[in-house]
């Protein structure tokens, strides 16, 4: 399944040219593999700022001349350059030649494959193979087949595998290079769009491109250094990646496949100022999502980030092969003139003009700094566990896992289908005292403006259904457990090699059976449409730059569903939420950054001051214990500290492993836990050290509880960690 939140307009930033570049353009793709270098060289875990456009590596000393060449039948040969390795014995000169001379196509090749300067030589001479007419294009295509290319020291073998337009000359998908060394690796390809190559028609003046060298991230076709213009809090902006390893000059790039530098894709990192110019909060993008070659990701600014100059950051773990790990910087000017003006919230409004004198508490996912997860400074906020989720037809066996940031409710178009859309919701109660009496209680939601799914028709609707059953969210965290609820049914669990899942269905798709899935009844409804509705009322509502809602806040009463879960005589299985009308549109999860616009239960009471904050989802030791007694499997607790250079160094290897991620989530209840908030904990499980971890039944409560304890250097082996995992008690 396609995520639908990051179902974004795609866009493929291309690269100008020069004026070289624009002489001609040439299809070509490798896969390159460097021999003899078992294992990739670690890099630094320090990042070096690099805050405007870095220089062209130096390719003077490359050598421009041929110690013998062909009678070549064109007037205007085509010349690149090829550096595999770092020494002049390292670099493989390619020709491009047409063997009937009369302008009609270059059909004709010349690659230096022994490094040598000549390019007489009969096993260095191609012809394009494969004529076929293209019958979409009405084109010839292209092939020529070079095979292995080594360095002299042999530390490096190429395979190339060239390709082309025969009319258009242009690059396309899906051939690329691959490069390793004892350095680290890198996927180069087309993607995204069409790759140019320069050639140059004199040997003096080819391009240079260089396998190896600074990766270098462009965010909306923009330079590192380069701003990215003026943004405002409220709304959704992409940072769309095109990763290039440069050549001799700026024109002269090779663009990552998926924009991968190393074997991560850089993560975009909002970094907020304050007046003086202090950072004072990291806030993440979120998506990821690959198409086209391309890598985007996407933000709303939240509405805490204060007006003025901040930084877009692309945080890129590069391997010393292509220059280390990076902070690559981009100005970015956020306006925001709402800043420090509380928002209205409806669901507040409506219990505090309803019952003035009850005690009101607003039960939310909070942000670290309680603070600023407040809707207004007033707030009685109480963090709270809340899960959440997206239900979309027809993309079983995929689910949302309850990790998205947006949920999507309505109808929606997709693969030339209309796909239904719902979105489960569970908010816990635990945060209330046992004997309080619940006098109302309001769900507040927001929606989202976006490009898409935006437009809800007047009379538009949002209904709430109590669920009958239980669902379970994936928890988040270094691991994501499953069952995961989708379409198809409450929970899907992977089993198999090739992890094929099992899944418990609902009683109708989409949990639409009203006697086994949801009652029939709506709790409550809201009124969602029209939506977004012009700011400016004298603006004409069919020009599309006309001002509109960022967002808007709605509330639905589910006073009578709070009642029965507090009292138990309802088993609080959460809602369906469902829209009535036309349209679809985005609503803030749980994990939305902007902590305000988070699904949010505010409920009047009578009774006690509530009980203290549970602990976030990831790491709440009760919730796991019980997610655990319903899938009946065993509870692995990590045991970590916030200082532990050893327990960051198991998540950045070991807990990020695959092969150990699909155990400790098909095979356990995974949960985290600092050692400093269960130091008695650890001391009964005979706990010494972090990063340690525990095999629970969650069946059993202390020391009797302990299966299997794992610990040192076990830890930080993922196969010896994967051993004792998959091992018996």
């Known amino acids: 399944m396609t995520n639908p939140s990051l179902n974004l307009t795609r866009r493929s930033y291309g690269h100008p040219y020069s004026a070289r570049s624009r002489m001609a353009c040439a299809l070509m793709a490798a896969a390159i593999s460097w021999t003899g270098l078992a294992q990739a060289a670690e890099t ?27 009678a070549f039948k064109s007037e205007k ?17 390619i020709a491009w030649d047409e063997s009937g001379g009369t302008g009609s196509g270059y059909d004709t090749l010349y690659a230096d494959k022994n490094l040598n300067g000549d390019l007489t030589e009969e096993a260095e001479k191609f012809f394009c193979e494969n004529y076929d007419k293209d019958k979409h294009a009405k084109r010839l295509r292209e092939e020529y087949n070079l095979g292995a290319v080594k360095t002299a020291d042999g530390s490096c073998t190429a395979t190339f595998a060239l390709k082309a337009g025969y009319k258009d000359d242009c690059i396309e998908y899906p051939f690329g290079i691959s490069v390793a060394s004892a350095k680290g690796h890198f996927d180069v390809g087309p993607l995204p769009g069409n790759l140019n190559l320069s050639w140059s028609n004199d040997l003096k003046t080819a391009p240079v491109y260089l396998l190896g060298g600074e990766a270098i991230p462009e965010i909306n076709g923009k330079k590192p250094g380069t701003s990215l213009g003026t943004w405002s809090a409220g709304l959704t902006y992409d940072a769309w990646y095109t990763v290039k390893l440069y050549g001799g000059d700026a024109e002269t790039h090779l663009r990552f496949i998926s924009a991968k530098a190393g074997d991560s894709s850089p993560a975009t990192l909002l970094r907020v100022k304050n007046a003086q110019g202090a950072v004072v909060e990291e806030i993440p993008f979120v998506g990821g999502c690959v198409c086209g070659g391309g890598y985007g990701q996407h933000l709303m600014i939240p509405s805490r980030v204060p007006p003025g100059e901040h930084e877009v950051v692309a945080h890129a773990k590069r391997s010393a092969i292509l220059g280390g790990n990076a902070d690559f910087i981009f100005p970015v000017t956020i306006e925001n003139p709402a800043y420090g003006k509380p928002m209205v919230d409806p669901a507040y409004a409506a219990l505090k003009a309803a019952h003035s004198s009850a005690r009101i508490v607003t039960l939310r996912r909070a942000g670290p700094d309680l603070a600023l997860s407040k809707t207004f400074p007033e707030e009685p906020l109480v963090p709270a566990v809340i899960g959440d989720t997206y239900l979309l037809q027809d993309c079983m066996p995929y689910a949302d896992e309850g990790n998205d940031q947006r949920m999507i409710v309505g ?18 109660l635990s945060a209330l005292p046992k004997d309080a009496k619940i006098l109302g209680a309001q769900m507040r939601i927001t929606l989202l403006r976006t490009d898409q799914y935006a437009e809800l028709k007047e009379g538009a609707t949002l209904e709430a259904y109590a669920m009958r059953r239980t669902w379970i969210e994936a928890r988040r965290g270094p691991v994501s457990t499953v069952p995961a609820t989708n379409w198809q049914g409450p929970e899907m669990i992977y089993t198999g090699p090739q992890g094929k899942p099992t899944v418990v269905r609902w009683g109708k798709p989409g949990a639409e059976d009203t006697t086994l899935d949801r009652f029939p009844d709506p709790l409550g409804t809201a009124v969602a449409g029209p939506f977004p509705a012009l700011l400016d009322p004298g603006a004409n509502s069919k020009d599309a730059k006309a001002p509109r809602e960022p967002w808007r806040m709605v509330a639905i009463d589910l006073t009578s569903a709070a ?29 939305f950054p902007d902590y305000p616009f988070r699904p949010t239960l505010v409920v009047a009471y009578e009774g006690g001051e509530p ?9 709440n030791l009760v919730l796991a214990r019980k997610l655990a007694g319903e899938r009946r499997v065993p509870l692995a607790v990590e045991f970590y500290g916030k200082r532990c250079g050893a327990c960051k160094q198991a998540d950045r290897t070991t807990f990020a492993d695959e092969g150990v991620k699909k155990v400790l989530r098909e095979k356990y209840q995974f949960v985290r836990l600092d050692i400093q908030d269960y130091a008695q904990l650890a001391q009964d499980l005979d706990v010494a ?25 076990t830890i930080l082996n993922k196969d010896a960690l994967l051993s004792a995992l998959n091992a018996g008690k």
């Not at 700022?49 to 062209?56: F, G, T």
Request: proline share 6%; glycine share 8%.
């Open 689 to 713: 050290a972090t990063p340690a971890l525990v095999v629970l039944d969650a069946g059993k409560s202390g020391p009797a509880a302990k299966q299997k304890l794992i610990e040192g250097e």
């Open 563 to 591: 009642q029965q879960w507090h009292a138990g005589a309802l088993p609080n299985h959460g809602i369906l939420l469902k829209l009535n009308g036309a349209g679809a549109v985005y609503l803030c999860a749980s994990e």
């Open 411 to 428: 109808s929606m178009q997709g693969d030339g289908r209309k796909h239904t859309t719902s979105a489960l919701l569970r908010f816990d």
């Open 77 to 93: 040969v085509r010349y690149s350059l090829w550096v595999l390795g770092d020494g002049r014995d390292s670099v493989m000169a």
């Open 611 to 619: 009980i203290a904050a549970p602990a976030a989802p990831e790491e």
């Open 44 to 70: 630094s875990d320090e990042f070096r700022r690099i805050d405007k456009p870095l220089e062209a590596a130096d390719t003077s000393w490359v050598p421009r001349q041929l110690k013998k060449a062909p």
